[in-house]
């Protein structure tokens, strides 16, 4: 039993961060500038794409290096030439299509490019090794490198917001743009800088934990969900509620894939019989384990419904 819960602890935590990374970027995106980026993923997979081409001839560090510089090169082009144009950008519904009919062009561009069978992107040589052995399970070096990058995006995020001048205007910008404009700041180019460095950390995520996930042309649409989940129950625009809730997400998730037991189970528990002629049999037969993929969205729903502003939100979602 103890052995369970410890790994299933350490998975949870694993699992957690990585998608801390995932949502970190698309967090401050919104925390700053109020845009729900639904291209977001699409960022994501095109960080792992890029990693993965750049990979093949130059190793995993340089592509590891490169990688954010380009998507946060491709967001701000977004920011500038097309995301800056759309109207009425009070309401969130011009942006959120923009951002959609986005994401199925960059899906269109990875099948012309890459095409539409899943790429053979392995772990780098050099982090492919047991760091070490619990319980008879080794853990991956790279699983271990992955946590580290993702603590440190938050800590560096965190510093950079809170305690230096840059992230103070960052954030005046999006409150008072006319009086930051009068201090002689240029808004639309902050604008561009947030939405460059939120598409940079996509582009991270994406060299980092495209190995995670099958790394295909639909990556997006299987990733995408969960992000927003992350960024609602968190709170939209709170980075350390982004935190929190992958790290929740992560654990509930993990833990509920070992537990293989069923409402049927704990009716035969309690002494109750349960037969098949039974009303709602059906659903007293689901194991924990096959809610696995549902829990981040009935979490989503509950959280909406009891705190519709998400944990450590400053507005409501």
Partial sequence: MIEVFVSSLLNGVVYGLLLFMLSSGLTLIFSMMGVLNIAHAGVFMLGAYITYQIGKYAGFWVALMLAPVLCGLIGAAIERYGLRFVPNRKSHVPEILFT???????????????????????????????LFTLFGTSYPA??????AVSIGMFVSLYVALKRTRIGLVIQAALTHPQMVAALGHNVPSVYVLVFALGSALAGLAGAIGGFTWLTAPTLAFTVGPIVFVIVIVGGLGSLAGALIASMLIGILQTFAVVVDYSLRDLFAALGVTVS???????????KVAQTAPVIPYLLLVLMLIVRPRGLLGTRDA
């Fill in 142 to 147: 790279y699983k271990a490198f992955m946590m």
């Fill in 100 to 130: 959609f009919g986005l994401l199925y062009l960059i899906e269109e561009l990875v099948v012309m490019i890459w095409g539409r069978n899943p790429i053979p992107a392995t772990v780098p040589e050099a982090l492919d090794f047991p």
């Fill in 276 to 286: 098949a002629s039974s009303p709602l049999y059906e659903l007293y037969s689901i």
